[in-house]
């Protein structure tokens, strides 16, 4: 399995939350080596995994993965069949679900269709005996964060999906636990809201410690709340790593078509030959390409035209006395203010190709694809590249950049923010570029059918084996 | 929907009258005047009146309803104990024997149960009354509480004792806050179920009853080996009024709550 480079910022003083990097820090949950199979199924196949305090710790995978068992491990619900799950150190084995100070806030919410949503989630403060006044308070508190307070006296079936979903978390933080367990905790919830829960949890996280796991079928939701996020299949951990790392460098082709959308290239790598690095396209004018103009330095207002010094002189010499002063008025379209003019820079620059690494042998009669962050150790070997839609450019002219591809758009999704472009390459590879969307429809010039060169960097991508 | 045939009527009216005809004669007689029992000779409620000054009749009415009660309501705790472990036990070495015997007494002829009940009861020297009727009927009755009662807890979501596990219950406190609420109408309904199965049985009383303890159906039986009077046919008539509202409610109760509850139920579970 491909391993991706990813150093890790490992620099003490940094406010960073990173535990898992610190090896003086004691995991909160540790499994160790767990397996559990229900008969001969195998639904956690030796997992040995360490979950630190105050982490929002995010479950990815796809259905039947072994997600909820985990949880149920974790609440008390199912025993390991071998194996060891420690909670701050201490074997819980035996421990029973209600003594343990884990909440688990259920996929089928399990709310007390009896009790009305008060009780429902006063339900766990009153086991600790707590006194009335108390636990009126914080029902009320959780009540108020969840907005559920108009809803207080309704027994579960007279409320809504979402306003279910949000009792049954109510009820799971009421207790304040050190470690919650959410099985799906906002997926009935319409976008809005579930954000501003996502905030709220990441808010109340923060204030209280608790240690979150959570399990979502919505990677952006693991992306946004989650300072870790394990994608899962068949029982096995593929990778854990923060958002980032699991987005930017997935270390497998697995993880990479899990997370989000990707474009995957396959092809034979080659070790980069460094000298005959940069012309890879072998068309392209990288060299002769003019300096960008970057002249108009001056602290006036550059869109104001400003005679030079020889018409400066012919006007206030020969010119102005005869016919009067000249009234100023721009006559020509202002120039590019300074940031235009950065930007337009940062564009036209010679593109920087970084040494060493890759070039990927991908289709015949096209040249090589460079991948600079490849790992050498694939010389030879059969690889996939694997390219964010994002980190694709598309263009109907020939870009000036280390990796080109040409192709033929086929269908374009529009989705509002951005543009997705679906592009059929010569090969009959279908790829996805994705375009902000900063100009109005009419000023976009790529349509259906258009021949276009999709475009990226020689970093862009990520090398891996399958 | 199909036409309403011929056929259809004539065998639907067959099978209620054969089901129905004798009790309804039975309850007609009640009402005659006669002594004789087969000849009609006017309307009246006299036979109704005199039962009413029967002693021995109210008595044994009272010892039944005695009975019915304590036998019905220590089946339903027992049934629904073992209906509790036999569903949610989790799995023990010999749970699917379990569950199946827990059927057998349904289809054991009465007069095994009867007999082998009374050989107990001598066996152990226990003095044969009230309580041995009690203890028998409880046998009997409690099966169809633990069936009733287990049906219902197989259609219970698991998760909700968890739940209540989760967020610091004890099991005990599990069952009783949660799962008992939820049980709750089949529970009663089992407890009318074994009511009126401990009101009306003949055998297996007559088998395990003593001195100062005859049922009902016992005075009945032995009445009507006399000779059938109309009084028999007044409190026969009386008894078939009890046993139908109390089959009637039990089945309208388990009806009205399970169906209440699917609904909550299914609400409270995701509405995918
Ligand atoms: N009690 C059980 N007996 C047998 N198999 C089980 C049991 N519980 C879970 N499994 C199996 O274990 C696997 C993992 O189940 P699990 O509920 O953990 O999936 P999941 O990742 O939570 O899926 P989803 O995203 O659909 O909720 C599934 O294939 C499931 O069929
Ligand atoms: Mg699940």
Redesign the pocket.
């Known amino acids: 399995m491909a391993q991706s480079k990813v150093k890790p910022k490992q620099s003490p003083s940094t406010a960073a939350f990173e535990p898992w990097n610190d090896p003086n820090e004691k995991p909160l949950i540790q499994f160790k080596g767990v397996t559990k199979r ?2 001969d ?1 195998t ?1 956690i196949d030796n997992l040995t995994l360490d979950i630190f305090e105050r982490e929002f710790f995010a479950l990815l ?12 491990m974790l609440a008390g619900f ?1 025993t390991p069949t071998e194996g060891q799950i420690l909670l701050s150190g201490r074997d819980i084995g035996d421990v029973p679900p209600n003594k343990r100070a884990v909440n688990m806030m259920f ?1 089928s919410y399990a709310l007390f269709p009896h009790l009305s949503v008060w009780d429902n989630i006063a339900f766990g403060l009153r086991r600790e005996k707590r006194d009335k006044d108390s636990i009126a308070s914080r029902v009320d508190e959780m009540l108020r964060l969840t907005r559920l307070e108009k809803f207080a006296n309704r027994k579960p079936h007279q409320i809504s999906g979402g306003q279910r979903q949000r009792v049954a978390l109510a009820r799971s933080l009421a207790k304040a636990p050190k470690l919650l367990l959410l ?2 905790p906002l997926g009935a919830l319409d976008r809005k809201l579930r954000e501003e829960t996502q905030f709220e949890l990441m808010d109340i996280q923060e204030t209280t410690g608790t240690t979150f796991v959570i ?1 979502t ?1 919505d990677q952006e939701e693991a992306m946004t709340v989650a300072s870790r996020v394990a994608v ?1 299949d068949e ?1 096995k951990m593929v990778q854990v790593a923060t958002p980032q790392t699991i987005y930017e460098a997935p270390n497998s082709v697995y993880v990479a078509s899990f997370i989000g959308d990707v474009n995957l290239i396959r092809g034979t790598a080659n070790l980069r030959n460094v000298a005959t690095a940069a012309p890879a396209a072998p068309e392209s004018e990288s060299e002769t390409k003019p300096e960008p103009v970057t002249k108009i330095e001056t602290d006036e207002d550059p869109r104001k035209p400003q005679p030079n010094d020889y018409g400066k002189w012919l006007h206030d010499r020969l010119l102005a006395p005869i016919l009067g002063q000249r009234v100023d008025e721009p006559k020509a379209l202002p120039a590019p203010t300074k940031a235009e003019l950065a930007a337009a820079a940062e564009l036209q620059a010679p593109v920087d190709v970084p040494e060493g690494g890759l070039t990927i042998d991908w289709a015949e009669n096209t040249p090589a694809l460079i991948a600079a962050n490849g790992d050498p150790e694939f010389d030879g070997n059969e690889v996939v590249l694997a390219l964010r839609p994002e980190k694709m450019g598309i263009a109907k002219t020939k870009p000036d950049a280390p990796n080109v591809m040409r192709g033929k758009v086929i269908d374009i999704a529009y989705l509002g923010n951005i543009s997705t472009y679906h592009v059929e390459l010569k090969t009959g590879t279908m790829v996805k570029a994705q375009v902000a969307n900063t100009r109005r429809v009419s000023r976009r010039n790529i349509t259906w059918e258009d021949e276009v060169w999709v475009s990226f960097s020689a970093t862009a991508g990520v090398v891996l084996t399958e | 929907m199909r036409q309403f045939s011929w056929f259809n009527a004539t065998s639907l009216t067959l099978g209620f009258a054969f089901l129905y005809l004798p009790m309804i004669i039975l309850v007609i007689y009640s009402f005659n005047e006669s002594r004789l029992v087969t000849v009609w000779a006017g309307f009246s409620t006299k036979w109704y009146g005199e039962l009413l000054q029967n002693e021995e009749f109210l008595d044994a009415a009272w010892v039944t309803v005695k009975v019915a009660f304590f036998s019905s309501t220590l089946a339903t705790v027992l049934g629904t104990m073992a209906a509790q472990v036999l569903v949610r036990g989790g799995r023990f070495p010999g749970r699917t024997l379990f569950s199946g015997m827990i059927y057998a007494p349904l289809v054991m002829p009465e007069v095994i149960t009867g007999l082998s009940l009374l050989l107990l009861f001598i066996g152990i020297g226990l003095d044969r009354g009230v309580l041995t009727v009690v203890l028998a009927h409880t046998t009997f009755s409690m099966c169809f509480v633990s069936v009733v009662v287990s049906s219902r807890l197989t259609s219970f979501d698991r998760s909700l004792e968890e739940a209540a596990l989760d967020l610091g219950a004890s099991p005990f406190d599990a069952f009783r806050l949660v799962t008992l609420p939820i049980i709750a109408p089949a529970v009663i309904s089992s407890w009318l179920l074994a009511f009126t199965l401990s009101l009306d049985d003949l055998v297996i009383a007559s088998f395990t009853t003593g001195p100062g303890a005859t049922t009902l159906p016992i005075k009945v039986f032995s009445a009507v080996r006399l000779g059938v009077s109309p009084e028999i046919n007044a409190l026969s008539t009386i008894m078939i009024g009890i046993v139908t509202v109390g089959v009637i409610t039990a089945s309208l109760v388990s009806k009205r709550t399970a169906l209440q509850q699917a609904r909550a139920e299914q609400a409270a579970a995701r509405t995918a």
């Open positions: 229900f008969g199924f639904a995978g796809p259905s039947g993965c072994g997600k909820t068992t985990m949880m149920r199912e996929q099985d799906e399990v079928h899962m029982g």
